[in-house]
């Protein structure tokens, strides 16, 4: 029997390579369960705000199951390495911002990523308060059929454009010609 995947080598294969940027990711995960006790999320119990979409945000998908898809994991995208994780059941939550140790002149890729997968949590990120409350649970959306394009959307994205309801589609055009 082969031996099981780490934790990376799932987050590798997700991600379709290695790089410094997943290994932050990783890391930040691995934080995140020391801090929250937090587990793999089935449904919504967990939730991450990135605030970068960059590649660390696919360690996340695999390791927390915060995922785009069951609205867990919400892209707040300030391009900043940093990454916040509530745990709703007990009601608590953490802000890791990676610290950039070695972001030093001379250190390549490899030899970044091998320093961040080794490094103590300490040296990789501060810990702080989240600065946003947890998002409320997705919601299932009554959708709207927009009256230019005729395809259906989801109610809270159509828009009002001269009196019609719109779908964002049709709402940009009309933006793009001004
Ligand atoms: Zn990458
Ligand atoms: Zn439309």
């Known amino acids: 029997m082969s031996e099981p995947l780490t934790a990376w080598e ?9 790089c410094p940027g997943l290994a932050i990711g990783v890391r930040a995960c691995e934080a995140a369960k020391e801090k929250l006790g937090i587990t793999f999320a089935r449904d919504e119990e967990v939730v991450c705000i990135a605030e970068n979409d960059a590649c660390g ?10 995922s785009i898809g069951k609205g867990n994991l919400i892209l ?3 391009g900043k390495m940093a990454f916040t994780f509530f745990c709703r059941a007990r ?18 890729r490899e030899a970044m990523q091998q320093l ?8 990789l990120f501060d810990c702080k ?15 709207v059929v927009c009256e230019q394009c005729g395809e259906s ?14 779908c964002l589609d049709c709402f940009a055009d009309y933006s793009r010609g001004w």
């Open 76 to 78: 707040r995208n300030t």
């Open 116 to 123: 961040i997968l080794s490094a103590q949590l300490a040296e």
């Open 10 to 18: 799932r987050c590798v294969e997700f991600h379709g390579h290695a």
């Open 91 to 108: 009601n608590s939550g953490v802000r890791l911002v990676f610290k950039r140790p070695f972001a030093r002149e001379g250190v390549d």
């Open 153 to 166: 959307c989801a109610e809270h994205t159509a828009r009002l454009q001269g009196g019609k309801k719109v």
């Open 129 to 143: 308060e989240p600065v946003h409350a947890p998002p409320v649970r997705a919601r299932l959306f009554a959708s």
């Open 57 to 66: 945000v696919d360690a996340v998908q695999v390791l927390t199951g915060c």
